[in-house]
Structures are given as C-alpha cells and as structure tokens.
C-alpha cells in the first residue's frame, strides 16, 4: 500500500560515490584520512595519543587514541586518571574503533525523492539539504507555531539539537531513556529523598559490605566502574544478594541467587520491609533522625510477610528473612541497587519506592558504603540570548496525565504527531538524533502512524539505522572519534572535567552535530545563538572559566578538582533532605495529593497462557543496545543473540541445542528471524530469555542483518506508570515455532 513516507532502505545509491572520497576502510584499525589534526597531541611509541571520552554507552569513560603515523587509529585505552574507569575500558570502549571503520556507515546527505512512482533516496550537498530542512521548518512555524518542531535525541548530539530547538521556539525534547528506561528509578527515589541516584549512580559499591541486585545485571549491562567496584566488593568479601529469574553474570559471582517468579520483585521488597520493621532490624538512629512516616509504613506493611511473599514469589520465607538479617548486618554500608532499566510492569515507580525505602530504612543514603553524595563541576554555558518562551511545551502533549513526569515523555510526543479532531497541540515534524526509534520504543503502531503524518522528519545518525528508512533528510553525523565535543563534567566522586576531541578529520561527507545544529541555526535566522566559528571557540571560553586551557586539556585529556562538600553526611548533624520537609518520605505525602498510594502496594500481573512463556530481555557485555550490533570488531565478539530455554521445557517441546526456531507472542506477532535455543538450567521454567539489540531488518547493516531476533518487535503490549509514563514491557509472553513461518521479512 502506498504512504506518504514509504521505507526506503538505503542502498548503494546512498553509500556508493561518495565512499571512494573517505580512504580506504581496514579492519579493526580505522581508516585512512587525508592529514594531521593535531600538533598539539601527544607521541608515544604507538604513534600519537588524543584524547577521548567514549560514546558507545552512557558511561563515557575518558581515554586516548592512539593514531599512527599514516592517520589510523590504532586502539583506544582508558586514561589512567579518571576515576569512572581506572584506566580500563570494556570491551565496548575498546571496540569503539569499529564504530569509525564500519564500512555501512552513512557517509553523504540523502533526500527522500519519487522516481518512477517509487520512494528512494539520492545525495544531495549538505547546502540543499540544510536549505531544505531550515525551509521546512520555517513553513511549520509559520503555520503551526515553533512548537510544532520535536526532537527525540540519545548521546553527546542531543545537546545541540536541544538548544536548535529551544533558539527556534520549541522545548518538545525527549529521551527514551527516561520513559523506556531509568524515568521510574528517578522519580521513586526523587519522591523518597528529594533527588535520583543520577548516571552514573552514586552508589558507594566499592566500600559496601552488602550489595542487593534486584533486576540489575551488573557484568552484562558492563557499566565500567560498577563493575570494577564490585568485583573489588567481592574481594573485600562484600555480600552480594542477586534477585532474578536467570542465574546472570552477576549472580553467579553472588553468596545469593533468589530465582525469583517474574513480575513479582515487589512483593519480595515488601517483605524485606516487614522483616526489617518487624524483626527490629532498621537503623533506628538514622530513620529517627532523617525520616518521616515510620509508624505509617509499620502498619502498612504489616500483613506483608515473607510467607505471604513465599505464595508469590515461590521464594521461601527463610530465604527472604536470612537475606533481610544480611542486609541489616552490614547497614549502613549496604545497598539495594536502583538499577538501571525500570520500565516492567506498569507500578514501576512504586517499586523503584520500595528500593528506596529500604535504602532508608538501612540507613544506607549519605553513609560509606551505600549511596555517596555526587559533586561537580559547573560548566557554563557560551554566551547566547535569552530563549524565546514556547506558547506550550511536552507537559500539554500529557493531557492531564503522569503528573509526576519530569522530563518529556516518548510515547505522549509520538501520540501528539497524530492528527485527530479536537486535538490542541499537534507535532508537525521531528528531528531523530542518535537514537533507532523503531527498535528502541514500544507500541509500534502508534510510531508508524505518528511518522506517516510529519510534514519533515530528519534523522541524524552515523549508521543506516531502521529510522534512516523513514527520513525524509538523513544527515551523516561523524563518529565520536572525529570530533570536538561537550565537555564531560559528570557529577560523582570527584570533581572531574575529560575532552573529547578528533582523534582524525571526520571520513566522507560527515560532519560533527555541533556544526549541523549551527548550520540549519543560520539558516533560520538564529545566529545570535551561534556566536562562534568553530566548536574550539566555545571550549576554549568554557575552559577559561574553570581554570583551565584547550591547550592543557589536549595534553592532560582530564583534570581532576579538589572537593568542596562532603561525600557522606556527618555524624549526628541536621542534614536536611531535598524532599518538601527535609525529611525521608516514607510515605509521600505528594503521590497522596496527586491521587496515588502514599506507599508501594503488591498487585498481581497478567501470567502466560499455557504453553507461553515470560519474555525477559537484557544486556550484554560487548554491546550497547542496538547501537553496536553492526560493529565488526564487537560483532566478532557476539555475533547474535540466542533464546535461554529451561531444559524441561526445551523437552517438553522437543528443542534441540542450537536449534533455530522462530518467537510468536500472544498477540500473533512472529520474529522477523529466527534465534538459536540455548537451552540451560540458568532460566526458570516460565520464562525465556534473550539479549536486546539483535534482529535487525535494514539489509544496508551487513553484519547486523538478519542475526537473531528483536525482542522489541514482540513487545506488543504495555503497561504504562500512571505517575510519570513509563513504559512496562515485560508484561508480554512468546511460545516456540519450530518450522518457517514463511513471513517474509522486510528489508
């Protein structure tokens, strides 16, 4: 059926000219490009050494490049100084270099053009396609109001494209990372002590002497630090308790695996609760001192006992009491880790409550060995003009919902690209930078509806992800390693600031996402907010105002300051919390006003249909998301995801090892592809497992092509947090088909 906006896949048409003006592309060690980039880096016997930060996860530890003396890049270390990886990268961070070899990357400008009634793509010079793009744009502003203009961003590019839009008119901004992941996490723990636990989290792993995993797979989600800190943890002999259906990495190296049954942590939280309350385990100094609503939580909790948990969770309630005592043995160094990705089961706030409630009641935040208090430093901003003030923004795009949403939410701004009768605020056009729309977010109906009514939708990106296909401009954006960049200035342990710079000048027609964003800017008459020349301008400026130079910072790569506030709170002072009163909430008085239970109440959640089983989708070490499932040197690492099958039921259906078979789920929706039965007693019997970021359906992406599935393809239904809109997607279960479904896939 004919679209306004077919998918197109991006094919040599695209890729193919302009490829011979970038160099000759070599395995694992880069390419060639045409000149030096800086005198100012720094020689050794690997060649020069620049510095970098890593892009290939939120984590971003700092590092060098090393370039040999033809313009290669040779490999990527950790830098020794920086405390987010001790001079360790993971195999992420080491493999980054692939993101810059790939040979699939985008390397020119594409426009969307019909050529004999069919939908393709052809090169266009970056003038006619930022002409294009800042026309469109004026012509929705001037029919629609700025506002119209949205932007859904991940990475170190968002940043650019945040103040395009916010210089334009518009703050329609949003991150699926807040309500497809950590938005949960922060707002439970913002409602019980007045702020999140930050990226990365400000848990104190490394002197803890108790740390509760409870759906957070530290060792395969590989962030760096946590997991250096845990494994010194574990040599300390820190007690590691892991909740979770699977015996993961993490679990594994723990003193406890409870196998629990999915989609009932809460209860087991609640219990833990109890045990502590009831059992005269909880740090009664610390809970008297710094919280409020304890006689409230002791009568709530009150009937959730370990063997009323035991019904529900099939965890047995002496496991659940020795555990607890655990926990109150090492309080106040223990943590009950918030985890990461929260978005499962619809109450996900409430249980990211029930994390925090613990930490509280263990005394764990502001103490050694649990949650430490984060510092930083203040990066100013490049002079530019006030930002003009939107006529409305992603809060009217909530119609009266998820009133505790503190940042846009994905699925409200895709509901708002959809024309129907009666509705105010409408999006008219988007730009997509750094983030697979199509295999990062839910509700897929609703995506491809909401994209077949934009009047523009531009992609930025490096690869020819699903999204490009959409695109009506698809704008090559240059790897981490050929740029100038923000200055890292994460707020943690220590004060730290860490460059980014080109390591080479960027391959093919690429260009930075800072000089993009500057050049539709321009265009739209926004210069004032673009007062400089080049990205190095701005550094310099930035730098000069901490005490620093870009020239110091080439050469040192990061710089560490002296802390001016304490890590731990003092003991026996009035520290005031950040919370209303000042105090813990233990029962929040907010979500009261707003309509919600004070505390975390136990719901039970849809179970399988015979012969179904719980879809559990998860990380590992050697990728990030779907971002690096075409990365060769990765790729050679981890070349496809498999599904974890128990062994009763891999006979019960007659699975062999390493059989293929294809996923179905309840709602009839079949795996583009097929995946390998890995089958293992590591798995509960009611569940199956699968790595995310696989499947991949775009054939222009020659090594993710094809390999293994797509877990978000069969997340078809979810479950949404009535608090701040996140989005539950485990509540969705798969069966076996053993022979070609004969589905033909997209391509």
Avoid at 203 to 228: A, F, K, P, W, Y
Wanted: charged share 20%.
């Amino acid at each position: 059926m004919r679209t306004r906006r077919d998918f197109i896949k991006i094919s040599s048409l695209g890729l193919g000219a302009a490829a011979l003006t970038g160099g000759v592309v070599n395995w694992v060690f880069g390419a060639s490009v045409p000149k030096d980039i800086s005198s100012k880096s720094q020689s050794s016997a690997y060649g020069k050494k620049v510095s970098t930060y890593c892009e290939v996860c939120f984590w971003k530890c700092a590092g060098w490049a090393y370039v040999t003396p033809n313009n290669q890049i040779q490999k990527i270390i950790g830098n020794a100084d920086d405390p987010q990886c001790n001079g360790r990268l993971c195999p992420r961070g080491t493999g980054g270099v692939g993101m810059f070899s790939d040979p699939d990357r985008l390397k020119t400008p594409l426009m969307r053009v019909t050529k004999d009634g069919v939908q393709t793509y052809r090169e266009a010079s970056w003038d006619e396609a930022l002409n294009f793009i800042a026309a469109k744009m004026k012509a929705i502003a001037a029919k629609d109001g700025p506002e119209s203009m949205a932007l859904f961003n991940h990475g170190s590019s968002g940043k650019y494209f945040t103040h395009l839009l916010n210089a334009f008119g518009s703050n329609n901004v949003a991150a699926p990372s807040f309500a497809q992941c950590r938005g949960p996490r922060d707002t439970g723990f913002d409602l019980t002590f007045g702020e999140s636990v930050s990226s990365p989290e400000v848990t104190d792993i490394r002197d803890t002497r108790c740390l509760v995993l409870i759906g957070s797979h530290i060792g395969e989600n590989m962030h760096n630090g946590q997991v250096q800190e845990m494994s010194e943890a574990i040599d300390k002999g820190a007690v590691i308790i892991t909740v979770d259906p699977r015996l993961s990495t993490a679990a594994s190296k723990s003193k406890y695996w409870l196998p629990i049954k999915p989609s009932t942590d809460l209860a087991l939280l609640l219990a833990w609760i109890h045990v502590l309350i009831y059992d005269d385990l909880y740090n009664k100094a610390y809970v008297a001192k710094y919280a409020e609503g304890f006689d409230e939580l002791k009568e709530h909790v009150k009937n959730y006992t370990p063997e009323w948990a035991y019904g529900i969770t099939t965890l047995k309630p002496e496991l659940i009491r020795h555990t607890a005592r655990e926990m109150a043995n090492a309080a106040p160094s223990v943590i009950i880790h918030p985890g990461r990705h929260t978005t499962w089961y619809g109450d996900d706030v409430q249980r990211s409550r029930a994390i925090a409630i613990l930490n509280a009641l263990l005394g764990a935040w502001g103490n050694r060995g649990g949650i430490f208090f984060k510092e930083g430093i203040k990066i100013p901003e490049f002079p530019h003009p006030e930002y003009p003030k939107p006529a409305w923004s992603w809060q009217n795009t909530l119609n009266g919902r998820y009133p505790f949403a503190k940042e846009a939410v994905t699925n409200t701004i895709v509901e708002a690209s959809i024309p129907a009768e009666g509705k105010e605020h409408l999006i008219k056009g988007w730009i997509v930078s750094g983030t697979n729309l199509v295999v990062s977010i839910p509700l897929k109906d609703q995506l491809m509806k909401a994209m077949q009514s934009l009047e523009l939708l531009v992609v930025v990106d490096t690869m020819p992800m699903e999204i490009t296909g959409y695109a009506d401009v698809v704008l090559p954006e240059c790897t981490y390693l050929e740029r100038y960049d923000d200055l890292r200035a994460t707020a943690h342990r220590e004060p730290t600031i860490a460059l980014r710079m080109p390591a080479v000048e960027p391959m093919y027609e690429t260009k930075p996402a800072w000089w993009i964003s500057k050049q539709i800017g321009e265009r739209l008459g926004l210069g004032a907010f673009y007062n400089y020349k080049d990205f190095k301008d701005v550094l310099e400026w930035q730098l000069k105002q901490v005490g620093s130079s870009l020239e110091e910072m080439e050469r040192i790569g990061l710089k560490k300051y002296a802390r001016k506030t304490a890590v731990y709170i003092d003991p026996g002072s009035d520290f005031k919390f950040k919370t209303l009163s000042g105090k813990i909430q233990l029962n929040s008085k907010e979500l009261q006003a707003a309509g919600f239970d004070s505390m975390p109440k136990y719901t039970p959640h849809p179970e399988p249909q015979q012969g179904f089983y719980r879809l559990i989708y998860g990380r590992a070490p050697m990728h990030t998301f779907s971002r690096t499932a075409n990365n060769r040197n990765l790729v050679a690492l981890m070349p496809e995801n498999c599904v974890w099958v128990n062994p009763q039921v891999a006979e019960l259906w007659g699975l062999e090892k390493d059989q293929y078979v294809w996923l179905k789920n309840q709602d009839g929706v079949i795996s583009n592809f097929s995946v390998k039965v890995r089958i293992t007693e590591r798995i509960r019997w009611d569940s199956v497992y699968i790595v995310h970021g696989f499947g991949h359906h775009h054939k222009p992406l020659t090594y993710a092509f094809g390999r293994g599935v797509n877990d978000t393809e069969l997340i078809t239904r979810v479950a949404t947090d009535p608090i701040m809109g996140g989005t539950g997607m485990r509540g969705n279960f798969v069966t076996f088909l053993k022979n070609e479904p004969k589905k033909e896939a997209k391509s």
